[in-house]
């Protein structure tokens, strides 16, 4: 392991923006912010049902993961086009560049949008260029991850496989989310064998709400590679045991545990825990536009909150780039950058 140098522990905020990280969670879709809600109406020639920006970020308030899924849900309405999707992505990519994010795992959804017949074409193809584009911009590396809804049928997310095939190569993964209670992992699980033989690469959003049985039930049922959220994991010993021993990686979203109430304060965060347990935990936005803060935000509240350290710093900039599904010789490569950094900060 890399032995940090100690800092004073008010230079830590200025390393914890100046340092290179892979983000791996975060929905595209959470990251409209209420402006381009706005303007993305108005190109449309749609009606907002709020009066302004400040009357649609108050309501940014939830109880808990249903709640806010369903104003998640009313914001996608604005998005209609192609470049719509583009410019959703290509604001997130900048934003996420400029918290040095040298590359982004993102996801999106296409039922969403299916649903009010926007074409899983449009989406994919405007998130696609937006992608293309920032790596020339910015030189951010991205990978796309479609997420299955699951409060939706298996039938509707065999349908939606279905549907992005012709664009099979743009894609790196597949993922679920959306309601966690009342829909277990294994409700997908041949949707998962079908989109494993394709040679996608699999993640699952397991134990946020949902109890450490969901997480189980992800390894062992969809036979994912990556656990997103899975905080509830503390609650079981033997589970954290598993998940520390075979390197699996947990993507943590704190600030979105915090406004969707999972965790009262920040200091009651169970993430510093499984850092200490030698869990592959990495921080994320989740949904930057609704929790609070992209993902820089996160690390600096977190810290603050946990009185996590330089070392903790390097641990989970170090966690992103190995949970990442970047080749070995890249990960190098980001590991060097990071060590760079962390060498020269001072
Ligand atoms: N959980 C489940 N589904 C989601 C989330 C989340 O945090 N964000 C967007 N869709
Ligand atoms: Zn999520």
């Known amino acids: 392991m890399f032995k940090v140098k100690p800092l004073e522990p008010d230079r830590l905020p200025a390393l914890l923006r100046l340092m290179p990280k892979a983000e791996l969670h975060m929905h595209i879709e959470g990251s409209l912010e209420p402006e381009l809600v706005f303007a993305l109406a ?6 907002v049902p709020y009066p302004d920006v400040a009357a649609l970020r108050s309501a940014y308030v939830f ?4 709640s806010f899924l369903d104003i ?7 998005l209609r086009t192609e470049q719509d999707f583009y410019d959703m992505a290509h ?6 560049a400029a918290d040095r994010v040298l590359h982004a795992e993102i996801f999106f959804d296409t039922q969403t949008h ?3 017949g926007v074409s899983a074409d449009v989406v994919i193809s405007g998130l696609h260029r937006a992608c293309v584009d920032a790596r020339a911009e910015f030189g951010i590396s991205t990978g796309l991850i479609l997420c299955f809804l699951r409060h939706l049928s298996e039938h509707e997310a065999f349908e939606c496989l ?3 095939l012709p664009q099979r190569d743009l894609l790196l993964g597949v993922g679920l989310a959306s309601s966690e209670f009342g829909h277990p992992p294994e409700k997908f699980a041949r949707v998962f064998a079908r989109a494993r033989a394709l040679g996608f690469r699999l993640v699952a959003h397991a134990g946020e709400e949902g109890p450490p049985e969901y997480i189980w039930s992800a390894l062992d049922v969809l036979k994912v590679e990556r656990i997103d ?10 589970l954290m045991a598993r998940l520390a021993r075979e390197r699996i990686p947990l993507t943590v979203c704190p600030l979105s545990n915090l406004k969707l109430r999972v965790f009262p304060t920040l200091q009651q965060h169970s993430v510093r825990q499984m850092l200490e347990a030698g869990i592959v935990a990495t921080l994320n936005s989740d949904d930057p536009a609704y929790f609070g803060g992209y ?13 996590l350290t330089a070392q903790h710093a390097w641990q989970l900039a170090s966690n992103s780039f190995e949970a990442s599904f970047i080749d070995d010789a890249r990960k190098r490569h980001y590991l060097e950058r990071l060590q760079a950094c962390f060498e020269t900060f001072d």
């Open 295 to 307: 993902v820089n935000e996160n690390f600096t509240q977190t810290f603050k909150a946990l009185g």
């Open 72 to 78: 998640y849900h009313a914001g996608t309405l604005v």
């Open 114 to 116: 299916t649903g009010h």
């Open 42 to 47: 108005q190109r449309n020639g749609l009606v």
């Open 229 to 238: 959220h899975g905080v509830q994991a503390v609650k079981d010993t033997a």
């Open 63 to 66: 109880d808990d993961l249903q």
């Open 162 to 164: 279905e549907q992005v």
């Open 91 to 96: 604001a997130y990519l900048a934003r996420a």
